[in-house]
């Protein structure tokens, strides 16, 4: 690998946001002699449901079939145990495709066959639908050691327009469990994603340079981010979420390389959070110049349970303490967000955290209804915020410090 990718892997380790390739690939599927069928079952095309055998080609085949034709398509993944390596679901596709996952899927370990590239990638499709009641399973706990190697994601959506995955299970993926790109019109619901809390860069679902993407009625439980949103995201509703343990639900991290764009309009409401290292929280760094408006945030009807920073804003995010040189120029601009009717408990003392900049304080803000009380006997409940101007209103006298 040169230093100019290692440097890149590590950039995107720390913070979350996914490389993605953006090569246009142009379908030319070679679709085997199927003209009256309409589901392509993987056990037909060779898929042997051992665990072990490796059935890429099979699921490829049942891929490459069903989205080179008009009408409704299936790639069915019946009931039993799959291993496969690197899924390439290309479009354009001439019709719907449906891919009805109901048995198990492992992600093969083999890692230099993934080619930098990532385990199942939905790319350039329109229409598609991602159900079932099965499982994904990305193996991540045989390589999760081996940080300087470029491990795939588990479930990737780039440049789809109206997708929808749901039913699924996503466990232990090597990087990301899911993560969404340059798409439009993505509903994710009833999916659970489980890896354990100290894995690395398991974020639950990562959205990033993407429009009308709704989350909802999911259960996740990872190393990371349950959620986040990054750079370029506008119009992204997450409800009905249940987090934890992890890092929370984030917007960011913003600010980390050139030519980001805005993230505008999301809401987050109706989630609990347990147990989390943080609860909400909006991160960027003040690291490349990157001058980007964070706008129209809201986050409301939320529990915390035990979560260490409840709610939190920090623009001087920097986890690996490598971006000394820049301290002080922050280009991010943080506006209009709403913390609206936060109730539960925080596992430290500082249950609010609004870290603005002075060159560019955070305007606009709102704690209306943010109740949420230290749990511990030693201290009191605390808010600490700088360079942060609004209004709080029915909150907890010792959070209101707006
Ligand atoms: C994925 O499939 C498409 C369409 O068949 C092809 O053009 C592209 O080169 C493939 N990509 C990879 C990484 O194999
Ligand atoms: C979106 O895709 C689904 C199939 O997954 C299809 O039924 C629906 O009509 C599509 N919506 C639009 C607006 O094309
Ligand atoms: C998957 O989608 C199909 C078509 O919309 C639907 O009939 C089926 O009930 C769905 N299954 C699950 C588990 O969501
Ligand atoms: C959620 O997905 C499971 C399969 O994992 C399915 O059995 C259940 O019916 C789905 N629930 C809803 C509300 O769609
Ligand atoms: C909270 O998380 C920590 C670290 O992940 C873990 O050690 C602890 O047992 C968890 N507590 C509860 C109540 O789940
Ligand atoms: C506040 O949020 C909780 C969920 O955390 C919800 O049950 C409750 O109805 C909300 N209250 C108001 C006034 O919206
Ligand atoms: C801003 O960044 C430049 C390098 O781009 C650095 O030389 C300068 O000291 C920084 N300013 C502050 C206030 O830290
Ligand atoms: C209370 O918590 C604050 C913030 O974490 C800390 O700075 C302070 O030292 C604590 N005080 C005591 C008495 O532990």
């Given at each position: 690998?040169?230093?100019?990718?290692?440097?890149?892997?590590?950039?995107?380790?720390?913070?979350?946001?996914?490389?993605?390739?953006?090569?246009?690939?142009?379908a030319?599927?070679a679709?085997?002699?199927?003209?009256?069928?309409?589901?392509?079952d993987?056990?037909?095309?060779?898929?042997?449901?051992?665990?072990?055998?490796?059935?890429?080609?099979a699921?490829?085949?049942?891929?490459?079939?069903?989205?080179?034709?008009?009408?409704?398509?299936?790639v069915?993944?019946?009931?039993?145990?799959?291993?496969?390596?690197?899924?390439?679901?290309?479009?354009?596709?001439?019709?719907?495709v449906?891919?009805?996952?109901?048995?198990?899927?492992?992600?093969?370990?083999?890692?230099?066959?993934?080619?930098?590239?990532?385990?199942?990638?939905?790319l350039?499709?329109d229409n598609?639908?991602?159900?079932?009641?099965?499982?994904l399973?990305?193996?991540?706990?045989?390589v999760?050691?081996?940080?300087?190697?470029?491990l795939?994601?588990?479930?990737?959506?780039?440049?789809?327009?109206n997708?929808t995955?749901?039913?699924?299970k996503?466990?232990?993926?090597?990087?990301?469990?899911?993560?969404?790109?340059?798409?439009?019109?993505?509903?994710?619901k009833?999916?659970?994603?489980?890896?354990?809390?100290?894995?690395?860069?398991?974020?639950?679902i990562?959205i990033?340079?993407?429009?009308?993407?709704?989350?909802?009625?999911?259960t996740?439980?990872?190393?990371?981010?349950c959620?986040?949103?990054?750079?370029?995201?506008s119009?992204v509703?997450?409800?009905g979420?249940?987090?934890?343990?992890?890092?929370g639900?984030?917007?960011g991290?913003?600010?980390?390389?050139?030519?980001?764009?805005?993230?505008?309009d999301?809401?987050?409401?109706n989630?609990?959070?347990?147990?989390?290292?943080?609860?909400v929280?909006?991160?960027?760094?003040?690291d490349v110049?990157?001058?980007?408006?964070a706008?129209?945030?809201?986050f409301?009807?939320?529990?915390?349970?035990?979560?260490a920073?409840?709610?939190?804003?920090?623009?001087?995010?920097?986890?690996?303490?490598?971006?000394?040189?820049?301290?002080?120029?922050?280009?991010?601009t943080?506006?209009?967000?709403?913390f609206?009717?936060?109730?539960?408990?925080?596992?430290?003392?500082?249950?609010?955290?609004?870290?603005?900049?002075?060159q560019?304080?955070?305007?606009?803000?709102?704690l209306?209804?943010?109740?949420?009380?230290?749990?511990?006997k030693?201290?009191?409940t605390?808010?600490?915020?700088?360079?942060?101007?609004?209004?709080?209103k029915g909150s907890?006298?010792?959070?209101?410090?707006?």
């Open positions: 690998m040169d230093n100019a990718i290692r440097f890149m892997f590590i950039l995107t380790i720390v913070c979350g946001a996914a490389y993605a390739r953006s090569e246009a690939y142009v030319s599927a679709v085997p002699a199927a003209a009256a069928r309409t589901a392509f993987i056990t037909e095309l060779g898929a042997v449901a051992d665990g072990k055998t490796d059935s890429t080609k699921v490829q085949d049942a891929w490459n079939a069903a989205c080179g034709l008009p009408g409704s398509q299936k069915v993944i019946p009931k039993g145990e799959f291993m496969t390596g690197a899924l390439n679901f290309s479009g354009p596709c001439k019709g719907y449906t891919v009805q996952i109901d048995g198990t899927l492992f992600g093969s370990n083999d890692i230099p066959k993934y080619n930098k590239g990532n385990w199942l990638e939905i350039h499709v598609v639908l991602v159900n079932g009641s099965g499982t399973d990305g193996q991540g706990a045989a999760w050691k081996d940080e300087c190697k470029i795939p994601n588990s479930l990737v959506l780039d440049y789809v327009n997708g995955v749901s039913g699924i996503l466990v232990n993926s090597k990087f990301f469990h899911i993560n969404v790109y340059m798409s439009k019109v993505v509903t994710i009833n999916v659970t994603i489980t890896a354990v809390a100290d894995s690395p860069n398991t974020d639950g990562h990033g340079d993407s429009s009308e993407i709704s989350v909802a009625d999911s996740i439980a990872t190393g990371d981010d959620i986040s949103v990054g750079p370029g995201s119009r509703n997450i409800k979420i249940t987090c934890g343990p992890g890092q639900i984030s917007i991290c913003l600010g980390r390389f050139k030519d980001e764009k805005d993230v505008t999301v809401t987050v409401r989630c609990v959070l347990r147990n989390t290292s943080n609860g929280r909006i991160k960027s760094y003040e110049l990157s001058p980007i408006t706008s129209k945030l809201k409301e009807n939320i529990r915390m349970e035990g979560v920073k409840p709610v939190i804003v920090d623009q001087r995010y920097c986890p690996e303490k490598t971006c000394s040189d820049r301290k002080g120029n922050n280009t991010v943080i506006k209009d967000v709403t609206r009717n936060i109730t539960g408990t925080s596992s430290t003392p500082e249950a609010v955290s609004l870290l603005c900049s002075d560019l304080p955070c305007n606009g803000m709102e209306l209804d943010v109740n949420v009380e230290y749990d511990g030693d201290n009191k605390m808010a600490v915020c700088t360079n942060a101007n609004g209004v709080s907890l006298q010792a959070l209101a410090c707006l």
